[in-house]
């Protein structure tokens, strides 16, 4: 049959209409309605020139929201400051309106205008070049998307505004143009890594004319990437002294816990904040959905879910039959591509015409192939699309009728971001969180409070991180020679590290100043997006054609022989993972399933660098050393995630020097507890599984971003103990927060075990996809009792 569209797509309508069919009301745990809000205008800040003004009236945009012109006044002021609104809620028009209005000012104009010229952070640009100002963005994508928003924003401006990419795909012929003439330059943070700051003589006319530095996305710089960041920020800083510029930073987040704290983190500057969201906002009504169990026995007879993939397909179908325009967001490509072929099936059953109006997103898109996709969103030719979650980045998606949120995507900050995705100016939207079956997404559709009354994550970064500043020391004094004046700018460690890199032979000291003196570039010391290694270049084995690289962290998890490797839409499978050369032989293959590797772990206690006594129970945090061996791999089903089979692997251990929390219990707690020796080591498995599933929560982590181990009798602790530790060298920031928020974090654990509605334990309570153990002991209940103790005398 035709499509219908709803009336004005109400949101309650249409979420009546999904729960219509046979036993669909029941997967709806949780109802949360959302109120519209109403906008609130400000007046254009004075000293913004007429000529801006006029070109964004020309867009269509005739007054600023209160937020937008808060924030420009800072940046007017030369006050670093980082706002921090929902989705489309016109962030960039707050840092692109202070930014245009100086590019337009004199060479010898300060940031703003004339009349600042006693601004604080504000200097004064020497020789010809007028005013400049530098954009990063965490993906090449975005960076395009918004010099074309600025080109066109622009275009009355003349030819007083040069903005232009800068970044690897930038032509060779092209990079002089944009060195010497550019005034507005995009560019990335592996970019300025490598190929501004190496090179920074090249760009003197540029960087001594540096008024503004954008930051974009910048909740995405988290972990040791966001570590990795905030250390190439300090260098750019320090490089612009060398010119005589001190620009002023430009931030701009999703709506995250104490953004001006986590932007000083990032800069090292003071940053203001703006957080109150003045722009106008229909009704969203948002339901928690549950996919139901179905008759499959999973791992040791576990009860098994429909996947989330399988039932966002079906519900992207029946919004597609309904006329209602919608994005389903999913973690993995194969995974969009699989909603979007599965709806595309049932809706030609409906109506062939349908089934060309759903499509996937996916990597590898040409600029003018994602604008048509625009396009037919827009126009509403295109009524479905599944996409990966990089698509919260990069791609013009707003203004959508529903959003499918297939699993919880990792943060509450992103669960906001794709929800935002959803609803046209004053008009109401619909999303929809899928869980999936695990730990976490079962925790939250169950306890609705923890998404909907609990403020989004801090983002948890790092950068006095030995292991991140060490190879950025190396990488600026490669720029310029380092001195003790330094210290100020790359923090306490500065010094020790400074002595260590001598001792090693990467820096060289020459009076009071240290120095780089090997062949070999600085810059490559850093790896920026992995965590140390030689990259596995991934290669197909029939033509030699090198697909792209895994970093070394994760090739054993990832591309160990048999593992099933997705790449620009293509399925592949590995034939021989070769670590000697560092590269993984794939053919193309289609095979029925997904792999997912399993990996035994041990700790060894390091340093214990604080501990908080829990009655007898001790709370611990420090340094540890991790040795884990990948020892095979599952085989799972795409549809149903039903385990096919299991496949031993012979592959080497790893070690690393990490941060882990960590908890002991005694005896006399056991005994409490009724946990007997014969299911310690369970009850000690499962709250290990479950509080890693659950961390997250707290923390900005994905549960691949850390790892555990228990042990009914540590060699180093003499106790019954559980680690959780964060898998990148010298840490993450993870297990730190984890130790600061432990007692809301094992309560919430303890609550998702006794809540989960299973007899024995399954995926969405106590078992681990990535257990190498087979999840193999586990006691459920002993878990519950035995963190209802631990918690009995937490601090």
Known sequence: MPSRKVSDSDPRTVLAQLTAG??????????????????????????????????VRESGIERLWAHQARAAEHALRGESVVIATGTASGKSLSYLIPTLSTLLDGPDAPAGSGRLSGAPGVTQARGGRGATALYLAPTKALAADQRRAVTELAAPLGTSVRPAVFDGDTPVEEREWVRLFANYVLTNPDMLHRGILPAHARWASFLRALRY??????????????????????????????YGSDPVFLLASAT???????ATRLTGLPVSEVTEDSSPRGELVFALWEPPLTELAGERGAPVRRTATAEAAELLTDLAVQGVRTVAFVRSRRGAELISLIAQDRLAAVDRGLSSRVAAYRGGYLPEERRALERRLHTGDLLGLAATNALELGVDVSGLDAVLITGYPGTRASVWQQAGRAGRTGEGALAVLVARDDPLDTYLVHHPDSLFRTPVESTVLDPDNPYVLAPHLCAAAAELPLTEADSSLFGAGFPDLLSQLEERGLLRRRGASWYWTRKERATDLADIRGSGGTPVQVVEAGTGRLLGTVDAASAHSTVHDGAVHLHQGRTYVVQRLDLEDSAALVEEADPPWTTMARDTTAVSVLETEAQVPWGEARLCYGTVEVTNQVVS??????????????????????????????????????????????????????????????????????????????????????????????????????????????????????????????????????????????NDPLHKRGAVRLLTQLLASAG
């Open 22 to 55: 046979a036993g669909r009301a029941a997967r709806i745990t949780h109802t949360e309605h959302l109120p519209p809000r109403i906008g609130r205008h400000a007046d254009w800040p004075e000293q913004i020139r007429s000529e801006v003004v006029a070109a």
């Open 213 to 242: 530095v954008v930051i974009d996305e910048c909740h995405t710089y988290r972990g040791v990437f966001g570590s990795h960041v905030a250390q190439i920020v300090r260098r750019l800083r320090r490089v612009c002294a060398r």
């Open 256 to 262: 995250a816990a104490d953004p001006g704290e986590a």
């Open 633 to 774: 791999y599952l085989r799972r089903r795409l549809i149903t995630g039903e385990v096919l089979g299991e496949t031993k692997l012979d592959l080497p251990p790893r070690t690393l020097r990490t941060r882990a929390v960590w908890w002991t219990v005694t005896e006399d707690q056991l005994d409490a507890a009724r946990v007997g020796p014969e299911i310690l080591p369970g009850a000690l498995h499962a709250a290990e599984h479950a509080a890693i599933g659950l961390l997250p929560l707290f923390a900005t982590c994905d549960r691949w971003d850390i790892g555990g181990v228990s042990i009914a009798l540590h060699p180093d602790t003499l106790l019954p103990s559980v680690f959780v530790y964060d898998g990148q060298p010298g840490g993450a920031g993870f297990a730190e927060r984890a130790f600061h928020t432990a007692r809301d974090w094992l309560t919430a654990t303890r609550d998702a075990i006794a809540a989960c509605e299973c007899e024995a334990g399954c995926p969405s309570c106590i078992q681990s996809p990535k257990c190498g153990n087979g």
